[in-house]
């Protein structure tokens, strides 16, 4: 079956550090991938997206490639701040899907 | 405006109530779903309704039906409530019916079952 697999948190940076967060997943078929993010009290929102192999998502300084041959998707940015702080969640869905799977989600706070 | 707008935003209730909980989407998708975030923050897909036909569900209780009165709302109706009911209930909703496209999440409703 499908599946998302995400590093465990919580992650603690200080600001401008370095954010890496690894997403692999399994998946029959082509997946699309995506990371959502949940700031504290709220939903959930799109970040950035990739659709195909070797596409690259980007959104508010925050990357993401999707690689095929490591099935991996994994979410940077270069210069966290304060307000980055909140869940991300690394999902898929396959060309016959209806629904995402999505990853247990990494809570990333970053302090000043 | 909202895209996707549910209410209440909070429930509480006792256990063996029977409570509803709304969604509606202005962004003319074709698509809506309902996904359950536990106390974990895992989050799973309940149902999918697409042009208000039934397309997903999963192995969720009979005491959760969904009704889609037309395109743009989705509802779910709890029956019997249980402890185990607890969590922050996401409505989405996307178009077309698979694939890549984005989906679009409400803020979310968080059950609490006393």
């Known amino acids: 079956g499908n599946s998302v697999t995400q590093m465990e948190g919580p992650v603690t940076l200080s600001e401008e550090a370095f954010l890496t967060i690894n997403c692999t997943y399994t998946a029959t078929g082509y997946p699309s991938l995506f990371w959502y993010v949940q700031y504290p009290g709220e939903g959930l929102q799109l970040l950035l997206k990739?659709?195909?192999?070797?596409d690259k998502g980007s959104n508010k300084g925050f990357e993401a490639t999707y690689r095929k041959e490591t099935t991996s998707f994994h979410l940077e940015k270069g210069s966290v701040q304060v307000s980055d702080s909140a869940v991300y969640f690394c999902a898929l869905i396959t060309n016959s899907g209806y629904a995402l799977n999505f990853g247990k989600g990494t809570s990333l706070l970053v302090t000043p | 405006d909202t895209a996707v707008s549910q209410t209440p935003k909070y429930l509480v209730t006792q256990m063996g109530n029977d409570k509803s909980i709304k969604c509606e989407q202005n962004l003319g998708h074709d698509t809506m779903y309902w996904y359950k975030q536990d106390s974990k923050k895992f989050l799973k897909i309940m149902f999918s309704y697409n042009n208000k036909e039934l397309i997903i569900n999963e192995t969720v209780p009979n005491r959760f039906s969904p009704k889609s009165p037309d395109k743009a709302h989705l509802n779910l109706h709890i029956n019997s409530l249980e402890l185990g009911d607890s969590a922050v209930y996401f409505c989405?909703?996307?178009?077309?019916?698979?694939?890549?496209?984005?989906?679009?999440f409400g803020p979310g409703t968080r059950l609490t079952v006393l």
């Open positions: 989405a909703s996307s178009h077309p019916t698979s694939g890549a496209d984005t989906q679009y």
């Open positions: 990739a659709t195909k192999a070797d």
